[in-house]
């Protein structure tokens, strides 16, 4: 029941810190909403364009390499999912457990390789 | 006291003594980040023959960076016609939130910590990894293209970056057996990891620095070619939070480069009498300093310089540690 009890309250710590990470700018931008100025005027809410009239929206499309670079990323973080409760049990697991990693991680380490070899990893 | 109180049953009075603790940290990490920007740009100065402010507040300029915000406090906050003005409002609030959560977990001495959960370490990757959405949120709800461009480019390097720098820390987890950061610090008591890890404390070192998008590494809010990235079309404290957000996770990138290299709180040998958060102050304030200094020597990376060595040279290299730890402990320990 107790470590029941330490459990909650941890996480009630974080819970705190939260509220309090959301609280701090909510207060702070109220406080500055009644004490600064608001003249508001059509040149100073446009764009900033180096001084040029702005034209066209800027919510166009990107480089495709982007979205490249998020699935590799997907991949190589969803092994650290696997590789950390493999390294914190590493204790229990032995030696079968590392060659077992061993072959996950060659595994891995050629589709690297071939997005290296594709020239996927090249910028531009 | 704060032991017993961990171990009483959750109640009212529970969640205010934590709201009052984490609003005193609060309190404490705002002060830190007053004085890390006044001392960036102190020791900024001297490295480059400059004296930095000196004007405010006597002859080391101790008041500047109060004056700095009251003066953000002041100004007129301007939202573009053309912005996405929910979005606008809510990415300094979605940057910042993250930040402050993640100190929740960060043990500063024996006595000094906070939330103890037993899975610390993977809390400070997953929660710190929200800020990114913010940041990407606030360049693209400015509709301008050099906040789209500056919003993209930091959610590339964060993601980049993110692999090598969690891969490091696996070789940390794998000779204390825990993710726990309290568990880590007692497994540093005879050595601290820096010695049994060169490697991975160099790659999370350059990892840390790109993660806070500190120069070398300042691709998302170049000032000489995206104006300053994400963040160009905010002002007064809006824009305050956004660089809030920066000096927090400098906060809590200093503390757990000092919690997972530096042995925490341990004191160095023979020096036991020494309290262990002046030993922890220390440290952390070292690793600040060679941040500072960083930024002080360092030009620039190229945008695609940046990349290539993110994949190309740091996951190998993070992957190969791995390797050479889990040797390091069959054989060793």
Redesign the interface.
């Known amino acids: 029941m107790e470590l029941y009890h330490l459990y909650q309250n941890n996480y009630l710590v974080v819970l705190m810190f939260l509220l309090l990470g959301i609280l701090l700018p909510i207060v702070a931008l109220t406080a500055g909403k009644i004490l600064r100025p608001a003249k508001p005027t059509k040149e100073k809410q446009t764009t900033y364009e180096s001084g040029i009239e702005p034209f066209h929206q800027s919510w166009v499309q990107y480089n495709v390499r982007y979205y490249i670079f998020a699935l590799l990323f997907v991949i190589f973080d969803v092994e650290t999912v696997f590789l950390y409760p493999w390294a914190v049990a590493y204790d229990k697991l032995g030696i079968f457990a590392l060659i077992e990693m061993t072959i996950f991680i060659v595994m891995l380490l050629i589709g690297l390789l071939y997005a290296w070899k594709k020239k996927v990893l090249k910028w531009m | 006291m704060i032991e017993e ?6 109640s009212l009075t ?2 205010l003594i ?2 009052g ?3 005193s940290l ?1 309190m404490m990490v705002l002060g830190f980040v007053t004085y890390a920007i006044l001392a960036e740009r102190k020791v900024m100065g001297f490295m480059q023959l400059r004296i930095g402010p000196n004007r405010v507040g006597g002859p080391f300029g101790l008041l500047q960076t109060v004056a700095d915000v009251l003066k953000l ?11 996405d003005r929910p979005l606008f409002m809510l990415a ?2 979605i940057a ?6 993640v ?3 960060i043990p500063f001495s024996e006595s000094l910590r ?4 037993g899975i610390g370490l ?2 400070y990757i997953a929660i710190s990894g929200i800020s990114t959405i913010g940041v990407l949120m606030g360049g ?1 709800a ?7 461009l500056g919003g ?1 480019r930091s ?2 390097q964060m ?2 970056y ?2 090598p720098l ?2 490091s820390v ?1 070789g940390v ?2 000779l204390t ?3 726990n950061l309290i568990q880590i610090v007692e497994a540093q008591e005879n050595i601290a990891f820096l010695f049994v890890q060169p490697l991975a404390f160099v790659i999370f070192m350059i990892a840390s620095v790109a993660e806070l998008n500190r120069t070398p590494f300042d691709l998302p809010e170049a000032e000489s070619e995206l ?1 300053a990235g994400y963040h ?2 905010y002002s ?3 824009w305050a ?1 956004f660089m809030l957000t920066e000096y927090v996770y400098l906060f809590a990138m200093a503390s757990i480069t000092t919690i997972l290299f530096l042995g925490g709180w341990n004191p160095v040998p023979y020096l036991e009498f020494i309290p262990g958060i002046i030993w922890f102050a220390l440290k952390f304030s070292v690793v600040v300093f060679f941040l500072i200094w960083l930024r002080a020597t360092l030009p620039r990376m190229r ?2 310089q ?3 060595f993110g ?2 040279v740091l ?2 290299l993070a ?1 190969l540690n ?2 050479i730890s ?1 040797v390091i ?2 054989i060793w320990f």
């Not at chain 2, 906070?114 to 959960?117: A, K, P, T």
């Not at chain 2, 400015?142 to 789209?148: D, F, H």
């Open positions: 109180l961990l171990y009483s049953s959750p529970n969640t934590f709201f603790l984490g609003a609060l406090l002041l100004k007129e906050d301007t939202i573009p016609k053309a912005a300094p609030v910042f939130a993250p930040a402050f959560m100190l929740a977990v906070f939330s103890d959960i993977l809390y693209w400015s509709n301008n293209k050099y906040a789209l993209m959610a590339a993601i980049s993110e692999v969690v891969m696996i987890i794998l057996g825990s993710l104006v160009v079309e007064g404290f809006r939070f945008a695609d940046l990349m290539s994949w190309k996951l190998p992957l791995i390797f889990a402990k069959e």
